[in-house]
Structures are given as structure tokens and as C-alpha cells.
């Protein structure tokens, strides 16, 4: 009776412990190892080309800071008249940033003020910056391992 009883338990232990070592093991996944890190690169449709920078180094995690967008046309000249968002998250966690970073302002150059990045655990993580304009809207997502 006794067996009976702790095998029944056990049928419904089961799943619930593949569950949690499947969670457990999503939240701490390696990165894919052939990430393409680049912090500079065209847009997918070959409309700009976006450059991410910040002075922070290591880039912190838990604090907000703030970063750099540079955004040129194909032939590098400064993309003029242009609106940018930036949205990131984590792509092995499924959650997105935890604060809603904006571009506040033109620094000139095609360079671009970005504040209230934070990310607030290590791992990969992506963001994307889209940007529309005059020459159309286009985007570039970044990977950045923390
Ligand atoms: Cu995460």
C-alpha cells in the first residue's frame, strides 16, 4: 500500500520536476556560440548603417546608463531627419528590457543620446534599433553578452 501510494506521487513528481529543470536550464542556457557581436552594421535592408557605442566598460548590469546610436546613410553621411527606437530583450528568456530606453537627443554627426538602458541579469541579450525617415524605415538588431 505504502509503495502504492509514493509510486503515484512519483507519476505526478515527474513532470513537474522535468518542468523545473527545464526552467532551470533555459535561465542559465549559454549563449549560441556564433553570435555575430558587432556593434556597427547595416540595416537589414541596407538603408543606414547603426553603431552602438557606450563608455561603460564592463556595460553594467542592474543600473541604468545611457549609450550612443550613430546612424549614417549607406555611404556614411550623417542620416538627417530621422526618428530612432530602440527595444531589446532577452531572445532564451523571453522577457525584453526592463526599462523603455529613448533617444533624447541630436548630438550632431549623426550621433545620437540613448538613456534609460538597463539590463538587470547577464546573458545575451539583443537590441534593436529601428529607425524611420525620410529613405524609409529600417532596423538593425544587436547582440550583446553580458
Ligand atoms: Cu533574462
Redesign the pocket.
Given at each position: 500500500m505504502r509503495a502504492k501510494f509514493s509510486r503515484r506521487h512519483l507519476l505526478w513528481l515527474a513532470p513537474l520536476a522535468a518542468f523545473a529543470v527545464a526552467g532551470f536550464a533555459a535561465?542559465t542556457m549559454a549563449p549560441p556560440s556564433e553570435l555575430d557581436l558587432a556593434l556597427s552594421k547595416s540595416t537589414e535592408h541596407g538603408l543606414y548603417v547603426a553603431s552602438l557605442a557606450t563608455e561603460q566598460s564592463p556595460i553594467p548590469v542592474g543600473t541604468i546608463h545611457s549609450w550612443t546610436v550613430k546612424v549614417t546613410t549607406a555611404d556614411g553621411k550623417p542620416a538627417d531627419g530621422i526618428a530612432i527606437a530602440i527595444n531589446g530583450?532577452?531572445p532564451?528568456?523571453?522577457?525584453g528590457l526592463p526599462t523603455k530606453p529613448e533617444v533624447t537627443s541630436d548630438l550632431g554627426e549623426g550621433r545620437h543620446l540613448i538613456e534609460g538602458m538597463k539590463f538587470?541579469?547577464t546573458?545575451w541579450?539583443t537590441l534593436t534599433v529601428s529607425i524611420n525617415g525620410p529613405r524609409g524605415g529600417d532596423k538593425a538588431t544587436f547582440n550583446l553578452v553580458l
Open positions: 535561465r530583450g532577452m532564451q528568456h523571453g522577457h538587470n541579469m546573458g541579450w
